[in-house]
């Protein structure tokens, strides 16, 4: 064990609610069942919990959800940012309804990583998104591009959306943008029990399209990445990535934060927090994780991590056929694992 006194990264979910329904979304919004949206933390515990990340030491903290910036109470929860004097903080958002009022406030507040979520173009986008909310994305990110240091576009690729995927980079190319990332559907959520998850075949000629991409065009001129560790079998990770790569790099330097408190190291294969940060500051709950932190990592190798990641769908797979739940979120709905 490296003997990290705090994770590198700290995913924090700021809500389950969001304002799409996502043909695809990881955390279910809209079917999150009552009693565990009442269990989740107030703005002032999620406040408490950024700043002892802070404290910590943690290098990266994400925001995300759900759509976080909907959570009410969220623009005073912006007030804790500038108090944090180590982490960075990047948001994940939709991008979708904000006003301009609302991302002026957000890169106010000194958040200076952005990630928007866009998984096509506009017909595309509306079939995945379920919204004609295209063009109002496009702006929104357009302006907070120009605006912050690091801004990136997220894209979920599945069955709905794999044919149009390089359109969309195209698109993001001609409008400006200069960092893309394709990030898999798996097998939790929306996007497994929806069945569109790709298939192996399917996914390795995509593997293969962004090579060739990445070869006939210079990252400083486009980055496009396909966010897939794993994804080869034998292939060492490389030397150098974003920060979001880094819990793949380094397996034990990560945590999530599920919005009613739950802090795992992994949403995918934890078998079970490793606390509460109602029941304990993080700062406890990261140290005494440590020993199920070292059992994980020894019983989940390379191999195995690449199963679960990509849980490929078959070829010909029955409508039928049960699916494994994964995630904690998962199992906490529909298997009524308990909720603090």
């Not at 309804?97 to 506009?122: A, C, K, P, W, Y």
Request: proline share 4%; charged share 25%; glycine share 6%.
């Amino acid at each position: 064990m490296p003997g990290y006194s705090a994770p590198v990264r700290a995913s924090v979910d700021v809500t389950y609610a969001c304002d799409l329904r996502c043909v695809h979304c990881r955390t279910n919004t809209g079917e999150i069942p009552a009693h565990i949206r009442r269990r989740m933390l107030s703005v002032e515990q999620l406040g408490e919990v950024l700043l002892e990340l802070d404290r910590m030491g943690a290098f990266e903290i994400t925001l995300t959800g759900g759509e976080p910036t909907i959570r009410k109470g969220f623009w005073s929860l912006l007030d804790v940012v500038p108090r944090l004097r180590f982490a960075t903080v990047t948001l994940i958002t939709n991008a979708a309804n904000q006003t301009r009022e609302q991302l002026d406030r957000i890169v106010d507040s000194g958040i200076s990583s952005i990630r928007v979520s866009m998984d096509g173009t506009r017909e595309t986008f509306e079939a995945v998104r379920l919204v004609d909310a295209f063009d109002r994305v496009i702006e929104n990110s357009a302006y907070l591009r120009d605006r912050v240091r690091s801004f990136k576009v997220l894209t979920t690729v599945m069955r709905t959306n794999l044919h149009n995927v390089l359109e969309l980079t195209a698109h993001l190319r001609r409008t400006g943008f200069r960092r893309q990332d394709l990030i898999l559907v798996r097998a939790h959520g929306r996007g497994g029990r929806n069945r569109l998850l790709l298939t192996e075949d399917e996914t390795m000629r995509l593997h293969a399209e962004v090579a060739a991409f990445q070869d006939r065009v210079p990252a400083t001129e486009f980055d496009l990445n396909l966010n897939a560790p794993y994804l080869v079998p034998g292939r060492g990770m490389p030397t150098h990535q974003d920060v979001v790569m880094f819990p793949y790099l380094v397996k034990d330097s990560s945590i999530a934060i599920s919005a009613t408190g739950d802090v795992t190291m992994s949403r995918l294969y934890s078998s079970h927090p490793l606390g509460n940060t109602k029941d304990a500051p993080v700062a406890d709950i990261w140290a005494r994780g440590q020993e199920q932190l070292a059992r994980e990592q020894e019983e989940f190798t390379d191999e195995r991590l690449r199963e679960i990641f990509w849980d490929f769908a078959a070829a010909e797979r029955s409508t039928s056929e049960p699916l494994v739940l994964t995630s904690l979120l998962d199992r906490q709905i529909f298997e009524g694992y308990e909720v603090r």
